[in-house]
């Protein structure tokens, strides 16, 4: 995906087709028409953000074919895994979900605190992941929360997806991974 960043970055690119896309930083799906000509912003993990008429939006990785580049498959999981293997799942679908604006994963930008897997009374399995944002003002969270809910639900064993939003512990600059520290030059 980082060479998707280092070609496409700034290019413009027509859709191919109609395309679903989440609204930044609204967090809402809406739906770009073909012949639309957008403007690649940053191409991260598992998803392209683009901009088009002022506006930003992100197209996730079933969907690239719109824009002419080959699609990825959407992320599933094995009828039969365990409880181990589902939350594995979770923390690596959350790895491909990045803020918008800064070209590091969620998870090793320090903003994701835990998931937890719980059976519901319905039985159905929802997962619930705590998070922050690295600023209580941050206007990206609607839209990593839809990134990260899109992304877990690919998995037929999850019926629900609740990201909770917090602030206490605040953010800070230490929770990021080193790596995260050295791509964004903060060490």
Known sequence: MDTLNEVYKGQEMPLQRD???ISIPFGKTITLSEDSTVVVMQAKGSSISVS??????????????ALGLKSLE????????TEAEMERFVW????????????VNIVD???VY???????????????????????????GDVIAEDARRKILG?????????EIVFDPPWSREMMSEEARLELGMF
Do not use: N, W
Not at 74 to 81: C, I, N, Y
Not at 116 to 130: A, F, K, Y
């Open 74 to 81: 959407r992320p599933t999981l094995d009828p039969e895994a």
């Open 52 to 65: 088009f008429e002022g506006r930003l939006y992100l197209i996730e990785g079933h969907d690239f074919d």
């Open 109 to 111: 930008l320090g903003l």
């Open 155 to 163: 998995a037929s064993q999850f019926s629900k997806v609740h990201v």
């Open 114 to 140: 835990g998931c937890r897997l719980e059976r519901l009374l319905t039985g159905e399995l929802m997962v619930t992941i705590r998070m922050t944002l690295t600023a209580p003002g941050c206007g990206m």
């Open 92 to 103: 690596d679908q959350l790895r491909t979900c990045f803020d918008p604006e800064i070209p």
């Open 19 to 21: 395309v679903e896309v």
